[in-house]
């Protein structure tokens, strides 16, 4: 039997980059923040990196990465589902499923685009893949591979690594947050419709031309006029709409103004990251759902 590859899957998030920083060197991190009387571990031994590009992911994204690579001093492959040349991995399989756009009923995206192009990179070696569910996301399962090859194990479930000490691993190691974050805080496709409204008026302001492209992916069927939209009910032709995107900001203000209200002192997150960590909790209030276990680590 073969010695197991170990595998750390990124999504672009925040939680899986801080899991490849902290097993980069976890002896370190335990000391930082304070994890005492854990069984030892040492750092991977040729670790793989990888990251599955849809090919339709943010920019702040592919900047992030780039960056995490000269940290971890190890490339990140990108792995990608088969496309025709000339067409993005989504694109390609949009068709395969007649422009049936991906739900979170319905969620094809995850399994074409993330999970088979990863199973197909391990192949059938024994694997060990590192997945970053926290010890405080008791509820959230991740990526468990059908394979009996691939054994995925949950470092900071075992070493009691909560979210707070990912900012701080993220901070103290100089990679900070991916710039996304000033205006969503999940990462994956700029058209994931796990995005909150208040993410969506954040593409439009951000990612306009973006923003334009989602757009174009909403149709109605001429026949039934049944409508595919990214959103449980309302077109982005709507929500674009200038009264409409004020409402939608008017709320976050509201949510920003009810978490300083009650607060005691500013939380962890509010003080490491001043400008974006008070609205990354407003974004909180306002859907409390993780989304996507596997493309919003
Ligand atoms: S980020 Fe969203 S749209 Fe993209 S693959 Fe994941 S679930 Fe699907």
Known sequence: MPEPRHVVAFSGGKDSSALAIYLHDPERWRRALGKTGLPPRAPLEAPEYVFCDTGTELEETYDYLNRLETYLGTPIQRLAADAPPGETPFDHYLKLYRGFLPSPQMRWCT???????????????????????????????????????????????????????????????GMGRPAYYDWRSRSGCYFCFFQRRSEWVGLLENHPELFERAMAYEREDPETGERYTWGDAEPLVDLKQPERVAQIKQRTADRLARLEQTRVGPTLLAQLFPESGLLDEARDLEDPDAGCSICHL
Do not use: M, N, W
Not at 123 to 152: F, L
Not at 155 to 166: L, Q, R, T
């Open 111 to 173: 399994r074409k685009l993330k999970l088979e192009p990863y199973e197909r990179h391990v192949g059938d070696d024994p694997v060990i893949s590192y997945v970053g569910i926290r010890a405080d996301e008791p509820d959230r399962v991740g990526y468990i591979s059908t394979k009996p090859t691939i054994q995925t194990v949950f470092p900071f479930k075992e070493d009691g690594i909560v979210k707070e000490d990912v900012y701080r691993i993220l901070e103290d190691s």
